[in-house]
């Protein structure tokens, strides 16, 4: 009896795989996953956004006097504040998420591409630690005139179902192209800093994941991942637009 449940746990375990084997992750800065030439050079790190180093000697007592300075100082947005946007990642942010928060503010673009890290000679730091970019970002913002910074990040997971009734027809030369044989489920996941200018303080705001699924043919598979890719981030970035405006009363 043992035996068999093991078994069947296993050939569960495969069907799986066999079902789901195209699963991926991608950021939401680099959609161009079958060509890989978007130029896309990888994400801004959080620690490093939030001005955290990982090798600071940091005491009980610094992090009281944090939180005694911030206490009663909530980060918060207003209506038509200045907010600089940076999608990690990102040149400047997707107009999917610029056009609905212009909506609730005045926004500066700023670019989300991560430094190349060097030392003093040009070349890049073999050191793997993040180096704090916090001011650097709150400096660029504060020059553009904004008193809030809004950093970020989104990922996109997808999976892809095969159909069986149509793979039967794939062996047919030009037939098997065009009919859509695949199905593929995708859920996105955007979470954001909001950070003071003035002084660096920081709140975290997320969206629950969304999800969509579309079928396509072997024809229309790289199109069909990019129109769903975008109609999925226009609701995903218009849900976070309305998630902001519900936090702070806008």
Request: charged share 25%.
């Amino acid at each position: 009896m043992k035996k068999s449940k093991i078994s069947v746990t296993i050939l569960f375990s495969l069907a799986i795989i066999l079902i789901f084997g195209g699963c991926r992750s991608r950021s939401i800065s680099s959609i161009s996953g079958y060509s890989g030439g978007d130029g896309y050079r990888g994400e801004l790190n959080e620690l490093s956004v939030l001005g955290v180093r990982t090798d600071e000697n940091v005491t009980d007592t610094d992090i009281s006097a944090v939180l005694a300075a911030r206490e009663g100082k909530p980060v918060a947005l207003k209506r038509g504040d200045v907010l600089a946007v940076i999608q990690s990642g990102a040149r400047f942010p997707d107009k999917e998420m610029s056009d609905p928060l212009e909506t609730l503010s005045q926004i500066v673009p700023l670019s989300g591409v991560p430094p190349k890290e060097q030392n003093l000679h040009g070349r890049e730091r073999k050191n793997k630690g993040p180096i704090r970019i916090d001011r650097s970002l709150r400096m660029a913002a504060a020059k553009g005139g904004a008193h809030k910074l809004l950093v970020y990040w989104g990922i996109l997971e997808s999976a892809a179902e095969p159909e069986q009734a149509a793979k039967q027809l794939s062996w047919v030369p030009l037939l098997g192209r065009v009919i859509p044989d695949e199905t593929q489920h995708v859920q996105i996941r955007v979470k954001a800093a909001l950070i003071d200018v003035a002084t660096g303080n920081w709140t975290m705001i997320r969206t629950e994941p969304m999800q969509d699924k579309r079928m396509s043919s072997r024809l229309t598979r790289e199109s069909s991942d990019l129109k769903q890719i975008m109609a999925l981030k226009e609701k995903a970035y218009a849900q976070f637009a309305e998630d902001l405006k519900t936090r702070f009363l806008l």
